[in-house]
């Protein structure tokens, strides 16, 4: 991998209504806006060479994933690292709820029926080391806030879940250089090794 280009999926009829997605038995799909900022990307994307496009298995993500491949003879390979945490029993809640109960929480502890920040971490450093050990030379990655803000922060060598990105507009671009996604992939291993945070610096974790 020469170059990664890091997207977050296109808005749901959650987001829009400041709702958590659900993704244990109903899945969100794109809203009309999601869909439309989606296929504007892709056209900004389209004099650009693309050699592989990997996705959290997620609906949003996927079909966003379809929208940015368009009409290139590109894989789109699904990988389930990079989903986003499962918030269990606060899916398809207020986003705020579950933004109080992550400020107030240790990460290695799970919410009910779901999973902790940390052992969300270890995925997406999991999903970050196959992609940087891919052959393609620039590969598209769409996926989700919490992920794409952790590796960006730490890339920049901030603490990927308090660092200066807090919340990633849907429908957006990150790019990082191999170097760049090398010093992500540190960050983010010295962060699940020692998974410390300020109090209060902890809301937006979901997308």
Same mark, same amino acid.
């Given at each position: 991998?020469?170059?990664?280009?890091?997207?977050?999926?296109?808005?749901?009829?959650?987001?829009?209504?400041?709702?958590?997605?659900?993704? #244990?038995?109903?899945?969100?799909?794109? #809203?009309?806006?999601?869909?439309?900022?989606?296929?504007?990307?892709?056209?900004?994307?389209?004099?650009?060479?693309?050699?592989? !496009?990997?996705?959290?298995? *997620?609906? *949003?993500?996927?079909?966003?994933?379809?929208?940015?491949?368009?009409? *290139?003879? !590109?894989?789109?390979?699904?990988?389930?690292?990079?989903?986003?945490?499962?918030?269990?029993?606060?899916?398809?809640? @207020?986003?705020?709820?579950?933004?109080?109960?992550?400020?107030?929480?240790?990460?290695?502890?799970?919410?009910?029926?779901?999973?902790?920040?940390?052992?969300?971490?270890?995925?997406?450093?999991?999903?970050?080391?196959?992609?940087?050990?891919?052959?393609?030379?620039?590969?598209?990655?769409?996926?989700?806030?919490?992920?794409?803000?952790?590796?960006?922060?730490?890339?920049?060598?901030?603490?990927?879940?308090?660092?200066?990105?807090? *919340?990633?507009?849907?429908?957006?671009?990150?790019?990082?250089?191999?170097?760049?996604?090398?010093?992500?992939?540190?960050?983010?291993?010295?962060? !699940?090794?020692?998974?410390?945070? @300020?109090?209060?610096?902890?809301?937006?974790?979901?997308?």
């Amino acid at each position: 991998m020469d170059r990664l280009i890091l997207v977050r999926h296109g808005e749901t009829a959650y987001n829009a209504r400041g709702l958590m997605n659900p993704d #244990s038995e109903l899945e969100a799909r794109l #809203s009309v806006d999601g869909e439309a900022a989606a296929r504007r990307l892709a056209r900004a994307l389209g004099p650009e060479p693309i050699d592989l !496009v990997v996705t959290s298995p *997620r609906l *949003r993500a996927r079909r966003t994933a379809e929208l940015l491949a368009g009409r *290139r003879e !590109v894989e789109v390979r699904d990988l389930d690292d990079l989903a986003e945490i499962r918030a269990g029993s606060f899916e398809a809640g @207020p986003v705020a709820a579950f933004q109080d109960w992550v400020l107030a929480t240790p990460p290695e502890t799970p919410a009910l029926g779901g999973e902790s920040v940390l052992a969300a971490a270890r995925r997406y450093l999991a999903a970050a080391r196959l992609i940087r050990a891919d052959p393609a030379p620039v590969i598209v990655a769409v996926t989700h806030n919490l992920p794409l803000r952790m590796l960006v922060n730490a890339a920049g060598g901030a603490d990927p879940l308090t660092g200066p990105l807090r *919340r990633v507009p849907h429908t957006t671009r990150s790019d990082l250089t191999a170097a760049e996604l090398d010093a992500a992939i540190d960050g983010l291993e010295a962060w !699940v090794s020692a998974p410390g945070r @300020p109090a209060g610096d902890a809301r937006c974790a979901h997308g």
